[in-house]
């Protein structure tokens, strides 16, 4: 079961980005990554880890488009993964590698202070 969830997962990552990229014609959708797509185990809920690139206001709007998108994007993921039942689709914004970026400039600042 654990192997065909991962390459559920993956298969999931794939084509719901290439839905977001190519079928989505929402003004407020902004640029979008999916960095990973979480599977329940009875795999009736796939959580899309997300990154938006922009500002507050943009990653805000793009977040309400994908809202607003959810069953168009889970009809085209259903006809093209065949599956018995489609998750639910909850679309999360990951900001991992906005703090990484933050903390390692902190760093870099503190530690340019120390050599002087």
């Known amino acids: 079961m654990k192997y065909r969830k991962l390459r559920v997962q993956d298969l ?11 079928e989505i ?5 902004g640029f979008v990554t999916i960095l990973d797509v979480r599977m329940s185990d009875d795999l009736k809920v796939a959580k899309v880890l997300l990154s938006i690139y922009g500002s507050e206001e943009e990653k ?10 959810k069953g168009y994007i889970k ?13 639910e689709l909850r ?10 970026a933050r903390i390692e400039e902190i760093l870099k600042k503190e530690n340019d202070v120390q050599q002087d």
């Open 60 to 69: 805000k709007s793009t977040l309400e488009a994908l809202k607003r998108s």
């Open 91 to 100: 679309f999360i914004l990951d900001d991992t590698f906005e703090k990484a």
């Open 25 to 29: 014609r929402d003004p407020g959708m």
């Open 75 to 87: 009809l085209l993921l259903g006809q093209r993964v065949k599956m018995r039942s489609m998750p």
């Open 12 to 22: 999931f990552r794939e084509e719901i980005s290439l839905i977001i990229q190519r």
